[in-house]
């Protein structure tokens, strides 16, 4: 008798988990925050939903859009998806969307603050805002990253060369490479999956 309870016991969380789209084994989602509000990231459930947005396009002209090497450099981690979940959930650094607002505003990864590339580029009072923000301190002549804090960069894609860019900057003006990571799938992975994403702010 035992037995048979313990088999429909089974039998009706096969039943009670049939047809869910999870992210990986026994993971249905995750929660982040985003503008003080909880978001739950998880797949879409609609087992014939398809790309159909600006993400589904797969040939974009080069340049500038080459394919990405899968790695910057030996130092810094690229992540995949699960990786960024788990960056993301637990709030292990600072999440940068590191494209062009006009793309950022379209569509995002939640809990991402949208940082672009260019910022990095030059010495402006904005990027020594965003860099004291990451925990660097200016010095005379340079910069001390010594409480640096660990920041993941996502962009469009494999072939999207706006967060290498902005890590690359980074690597110039000294920022420790093992505190950066690089999301490489970006926007077109992230929705190929069914992943959850927002318009920020209404897309204003």
């Not at 429909?8 to 049939?18: G, K, M, R, V, Y």
């Not at 589904?56 to 500038?64: D, E, F, M, V, Y």
């Not at 420790?176 to 990571?181: G, L, Q, T």
């Amino acid at each position: 008798m035992r037995l048979f309870y313990f088999s429909i016991l089974i039998l009706s969380t096969i039943i009670a988990h049939a047809g869910v789209v999870e992210i990986t084994k026994g993971l249905a989602f995750v929660k982040v925050k985003e503008n003080g509000k909880t978001i739950r990231i998880q797949r879409n459930q609609n087992k014939d939903n398809y790309l159909n947005n600006t993400f589904a396009l797969t040939s974009r002209p080069s340049p500038p859009f080459f394919i990405e090497p899968f790695s910057i450099n030996d130092d810094i981690e690229t992540y995949g998806e699960l990786e960024v979940l788990d960056f993301i959930s637990k709030e292990k650094g600072i999440f940068i969307d590191a494209r062009l607002s006009n793309w950022y505003k379209q569509s995002a990864i939640p809990s991402a603050v949208n940082i672009p590339f260019k910022i990095f580029l030059s010495d402006t009072d904005e990027r020594t805002k965003i860099l004291e923000s990451f925990g660097g301190k200016k010095t005379k002549d340079d910069w001390d990253f010594s409480n640096a804090k660990t920041l993941l960069f996502y962009c469009n894609g494999a072939w999207c060369g706006q967060s290498p860019t902005a890590i690359n900057a980074l690597i110039e003006i000294g920022y420790p490479e093992d505190k950066m990571k690089y999301y490489r799938g970006g926007m077109q992975s992230w929705q190929l999956l069914g992943l959850t994403t927002i318009v920020p702010n209404g897309g204003k």
